[in-house]
């Protein structure tokens, strides 16, 4: 028994309007720790990746809009990553509602959207590379959703190692896009879908 840690499912109050519809997206209640985490965060990754994508020179050779896709699609999985992984958003996404296993699911089917930007207009068409990604994430999201709840992380990491692993050896993309397919299976597969507790610092500590 750890007396200087605690588990807390407790959903604060969430405002009405706007602020409310943004922390049912996030998480509510999220604290300033976790927020300033994930500003940093963001904000330093963000910057190694505009840094990397100009230093490979391959910024040089798209368009203006895939330059913005790769730059929006970049600070998303970045952003989600960070914000998925918040005690906040375990709380939200994995309370005792019968809707929350179909609100997971649907979060994770909307980043075919993603899949569909990066293969047929940053790759230039890539039928092959955007129709095997999807398969492997809502193969993946249906392994890990459905497996049994002491399994979900190890089934996670597993698909996350085998989707990672098929691109990079039959699904490859330029260097300056290896980072995709790792941070996006990430977000969605390990940081959204697995129940992890939300821990905190026992109050008498």
């Known amino acids: 028994m750890r007396t200087d840690l605690r588990i807390s499912w407790e959903i604060p109050a969430i405002p009405s309007g706007l602020a409310g519809r943004l922390e049912r997206f996030m998480g ?6 976790e927020s300033a985490v994930e500003t940093i965060g963001l904000l330093g990754c963000a ?3 505009a840094a990397g994508l100009w230093s490979s020179g391959a910024a040089r050779d798209w368009s203006t809009g895939q330059l913005v896709v790769v730059a929006l699609a970049g600070l998303d999985l ?12 375990k709380r ?3 309370r005792a509602d019968p809707a929350a296993r179909r609100a997971r699911l649907l979060f994770v089917s909307a980043h075919l959207i993603h899949l569909a930007a990066m293969g047929l207009y940053v790759l230039s068409g890539d039928l092959a590379w955007t129709s095997a990604n999807a398969a492997l994430l809502l193969g993946g999201a249906v392994a890990v959703e459905f497996a049994p709840v002491h399994l979900r992380r190890p089934v996670a990491m597993a698909v996350l190692m085998a989707a990672v692993l098929v691109n990079l050896f039959w699904l490859p993309v330029p260097a300056a896009l290896a980072w995709f397919a790792p941070l996006f299976f990430l977000k969605l597969l390990v940081c959204h879908l697995v129940p992890e507790a939300p821990l905190e610092r026992g109050r008498d500590v």
Not at 78 to 89: E, S, W
């Open 78 to 89: 970045i952003g989600g990553v960070l914000t998925n992984a918040t005690n906040a958003a």
């Open 92 to 94: 939200w996404y994995h």
């Open 28 to 33: 509510p209640g999220k604290s300033r720790s």
């Open 47 to 49: 910057l190694l990746l």
